[in-house]
């Protein structure tokens, strides 16, 4: 990350941009918008998302 919060891909050193990306777990699939390299196609997948709707995803399915 730079100084200024924007958040920088390791691999190619470009900005991340916010991208509609597909998540699949258990047969199941969702979609969120997340910081994606638009070259090499890395994702950032900030702390607050996995402990939030992710999880609630995961139990949710794990429960079926």
Same mark, same amino acid.
């Given at each position: 990350?730079?100084?200024?919060?924007?958040?920088? %891909?390791?691999?190619?050193? &470009?900005?991340?941009?916010?991208?509609? +990306?597909?998540?699949?777990?258990?047969?199941?699939?969702?979609?969120?918008?997340?910081?994606?390299?638009?070259? %090499?196609?890395e994702?950032? &997948?900030?702390?607050?998302?996995?402990? +939030?709707?992710?999880?609630?995803?995961?139990?949710?399915?794990?429960?079926?």
């Open positions: 990350m730079s100084e200024d919060g924007v958040k920088i %891909c390791h691999r190619c050193q &470009i900005e991340l941009e916010p991208t509609k +990306t597909d998540f699949k777990y258990l047969g199941h699939s969702f979609f969120t918008d997340i910081l994606r390299c638009p070259v %090499c196609g994702v950032y &997948i900030p702390e607050q998302l996995v402990e +939030t709707r992710m999880s609630e995803v995961e139990k949710m399915l794990e429960d079926k």
